[in-house]
């Protein structure tokens, strides 16, 4: 059994979201040790193991949330230039971490004194609050507008055969 929890603080985030806690645990049997498995011999190995875990991302950019100001704009008034200013994207003090929580379950087995292993997993992984930078309106002054939207989800099976086919001295013949 492994658990672990981290809480990460990004500057990228509004003074709200600044920090992101993220757990994670996993869990391993391996029930070829256990005394009702020495019967068959045909399986040396045999491990089940799952595990759960929290991710989040914070690869936005930086100053992503504030609205910035471009201090070098010029403006003209009669025959006269002046300095001025003008804002050059949109705050989102709302912006937080993008946040993938994945399930895994999987199984090992050992056969035949391992000239046969074959690895089974099972996988769910749900990524929601998805940082974005969204196309706008340009009508708006602005041409994007950094948000969290929309989710993904990924699930699937992977399984994995290696075999020894032949181990002599001087040559060994291996699949995967």
Known sequence: ????????????????NKWGTFPSASLGWVMS???FFQNIKAINFAKLRTSYGVI????IGNY????????????????TVA?????????????????TKQFDFGLDLG???NRIQFT???YVKNTTNLLY?????????????NDNIGQIRFWGHEFSINTVNIDANKFRWTTN
């Not at 658990?3 to 709200?16: E, H, L, Q, Y």
């Not at 930078?133 to 507008?145: D, L, P």
């Open 64 to 79: 992503t949330q504030y609205a910035l100001v471009n201090n070098t704009i010029n403006a003209v008034f009669g025959s």
């Open 120 to 122: 089974y997993d099972y």
């Open 133 to 145: 930078s969204v196309q706008i309106a340009q009508e708006s002054g602005f041409t994007n507008y």
């Open 56 to 59: 989040g991302n914070n690869n």
């Open 111 to 113: 056969l035949l004194n």
């Open 1 to 16: 059994l492994t658990a672990a929890i981290r809480s990460d603080g990004s500057s990228r985030f509004g003074n709200d």
């Open 33 to 35: 040790d256990e005394n």
């Open 83 to 99: 300095t001025g200013a003008a804002v050059t994207s949109l705050a989102n003090p709302k912006l937080t971490w993008e946040t």
